[in-house]
């Protein structure tokens, strides 16, 4: 793992990164990091300024995404800001830097451009891996919230992408009866192989679920489709903002929409960490 | 269903019971109910006083168990108290009662030898029911306080009850890496048939898992064993009181110990009124 | 595995014993063997006369039935024959026999109540295990036969004992449509909790299913149910002899019945013969 | 399904014809067929010469593939043989012609660039759908030739394109230890999500497999590799011919190769049948 990397910075981020330094120096690496003020360690993670880090580490991963406000880095755990400008961007000359969602970091300085960076987040391997604490976060929700058993319900899945295929074999996993829309025949195809009812998307209209996830990033639950399911009781929207339902005609026919996003960061920060280290890894050997 | 029933009355309970009286009037029945103040039922739930249940009903429906103290009926959702006496048996004269955990109730009165009373607590179909969703509310927790997802964990389901049974067939379809531990070979065959890791329960000791389930009502997990699985950060006990985990040298071995008792009731009141409802029908079938 | 045991003579067989040797001397231990002429072992097996055996052996092996006709001792691969009788049961005097439906050689003489004798087809965990070559097995049949997939058929598996139970979790997993047929009600409830179809057993006739395997040892499929189950184009019956199919009836309504008996043997010896020796070792140990 | 079709016309081909002729019959539709000299036809399949067909049919459906050898039109049921020519393609001016590996027949006359053609084997969902009794078909040749159960065994399957998803999820159903092998990091993810093992391709050799799978159609299994899967006792060969395996070398190191094509036809022919079916209606709507 990251063979030749001695010094390894992580700058700014979330829980996921706290996991990922803790990791880093698990698998006998010395982890640098920066912004995360009141937090205790374990292990070889040694907290350092950022001038420090400049100075340590030729490798420098940054949190998903880099920034939240298109200004600062994202720091959840420090009271401190840094500014993403020119200067910030200087500082990194000379470095490797990899980090999530750097389209947002290359708008804050034209420097970007003489510097080596790599975007995790782009990469299939890495949203591929990402399914799976979202499908899992997604179905404690309905744990949760619903007044049955999952096993059992009927739960429907829009959409047959990447979070759609592990979130239905998770449930069928479990016992509940799961159908699955897409559009396309191939998909179709898929789905009834796996043993799941299958529905065209554009016919979802009227089905009877108990359980609702929508993985379309697509206003799919308008008003007249949301009339036609009133059995239902439960929406799950996982669906990037703004997801794919009508909120306010959702109320209005009595079933519960939840919009579900940034899942893996929350319900499974050590297993998201373990992704970004997993894929950064990737990055470093080719 | 329930043909010939034609006046059911619910007395105290949960929110089971709630579930219970709304599926009752859902299948076309007259439902009486008594004992829930503040609840708004829909339907063809009628609220009553004792008085007019007694008058109304031949068959009375208890909760389970049918007291908490052995003193009163189990009352969730009332302010008032029914005491179980002899005067309380006079009043069931005649009418068909069943109930859960009904030794309780003989307790508080010799005349229940002269009523006819059932046990939907006891019946093996209610057993297996109800294993679903206490495997369900085990796995919601394991999601919630794990810091990892599930899927792809090393979990131990120590015994292979109906609890172990069901467990490890929902986590293995969840993704995770079933270990499952029993006493006797034929249950260490059915153990492996299904695609398990199996462990002698005795030999629990040492192994290395993400998350141990247990379902065992004895002292499994003593100070030894928890002292020999440091790598476990997570202990759902679901064995029924006093459980089976030395809680004391749990938390100073650093593993979280958590006892989930009586979960069907707390997840899926829905799905948990429904079991009782259809093993009552199966008893008066019968 | 099998401590203390220096010399284990296995005596008569088929494929399973073979199998069996060669697995014992794979795990380091002295096998004699007898009864297989014209087969050539690898490893550490030695063929040997019954004198030999008799002469180096504590411990020998039977083997499943340990006899067909109940005169002579099975010996698939052999053209002589061993009498079963007095003399026989006399020279097993001071050794450890163990063999598969001991009760039919007990009935050769009333030496053996003199000798220690153990029967490994009576233990529960080899019934457990078997199980799983008998579904294997059963499901190559309906691959072969059914032109069809089973993927994606409609299986109806009529009875919930150890085969039924591994049949269905099987089919299930290859994506067919399974229903199972039980009587009482705790089995019905596991039937549901594993996302089964279920069915009284009574209530089997008219029922649409494109392939039935039968577990059960009574004349279930007798003319009336199976005139009613026309759709269906293929019976697979795994009970054992006289079967649960009315043949004559099968023929007549346009339904192919096979009955499929011994399976384990026939389809996969190097399982049952390991299956065999785990069993021995359990007897051997406790 | 197939709305406006009067008249469709099903010429040459082989099983899978057969089952397409009966199942568009049992669907309410005329079906015309010739090529199926000795084949009985139930329902509404009437037997048509080529002349008649021409006549009566503007829908002609033929075979996958449309010939075995460039010359004639492949037909498996028929003394007969139809010369594909400029003569044919002219008969055939006016008609919807939907066939299977249409490029062999355009290269048989131009005449075809003025015909309304299609080729139901390039779709997609004929693809996927064709995978299950591909999969089916190679696990019905594993319990017939392995020696143990596949339950429980170790397979590898190389490669995880549309045979490779649904034989590891079958196998995996089955029981099965499953390793699968691809080399994208995100494949590997994926693998990984599923719950299987997983090995980049290049690194196959050394494994420790009771059965492989191949369904990479490159020379993966060359002497070297082949000679380091030593515990390995059978491979079967799905990819397309010439196959992935030096044969010759798989016989010098002991491992059985068996080279399993076109596997559909010859397991399923009625699911087989149904694929083309539904593919040609898919085409027909769009």
Chains 1, 2, 3, 4 share one sequence.
């Not at 919009?259 to 970004?276: E, Y």
């Amino acid at each position: 793992m990251m063979t030749g990397i001695n010094n390894c910075g992580i700058l700014g981020g979330d829980r996921r990164q706290i996991a990922l330094a803790e990791q880093l120096a698990a698998a006998g690496f010395q982890g640098y990091i920066c912004g995360f003020d009141g937090v205790t360690f374990t292990g070889n993670v040694h907290k350092t300024t950022l001038g420090e880090m400049i100075r340590l580490c030729n490798i420098i991963i940054l949190p998903l995404p880099v920034t939240d406000d298109g200004k600062h880095l994202k720091m959840d755990f420090s009271e401190k800001k840094i500014v993403l400008n020119d200067e910030f961007a200087e500082k990194m000359r000379g470095k490797r830097v990899i980090g999530g969602m750097m389209d947002r970091l290359y708008c804050t300085s034209s420097v970007w451009k003489q510097i080596q960076t790599d975007d995790y987040s782009v990469r299939e391997e890495f949203a591929v891996r990402n399914a799976v604490p979202t499908a899992e976060g997604a179905i404690e929700i309905a744990m949760r919230e619903y007044s049955g058993t999952v096993s059992g319900s009927r739960c429907l899945v829009a959409g047959f992408g990447r979070v759609g295929k592990v979130l239905s074999r998770m449930l069928h996993g479990l016992g509940a009866e799961v159908t699955v829309s897409a559009r396309k025949p191939a998909d179709i195809a898929w789905i009834k192989s796996c043993g799941y009812h299958s529905v065209q998307t554009e016919n979802i209209g009227g089905g009877e679920y108990d359980i609702i996830f929508n993985t379309i990033p697509a206003l799919i639950f308008d008003r007249p489709v949301l009339s036609s399911l009133s059995g239902c009781s439960l929406l799950i929207d996982l669906a990037s903002a703004p997801g794919g339902v009508d909120y306010s005609a959702a109320e209005d026919t009595g079933i519960r929409a939840l919009l579900a996003p940034s899942l893996p960061g929350r319900v499974a920060p050590k297993t998201a960490g373990a992704i970004i280290l997993d894929t950064v890894c990737h990055i470093m050997e080719e």
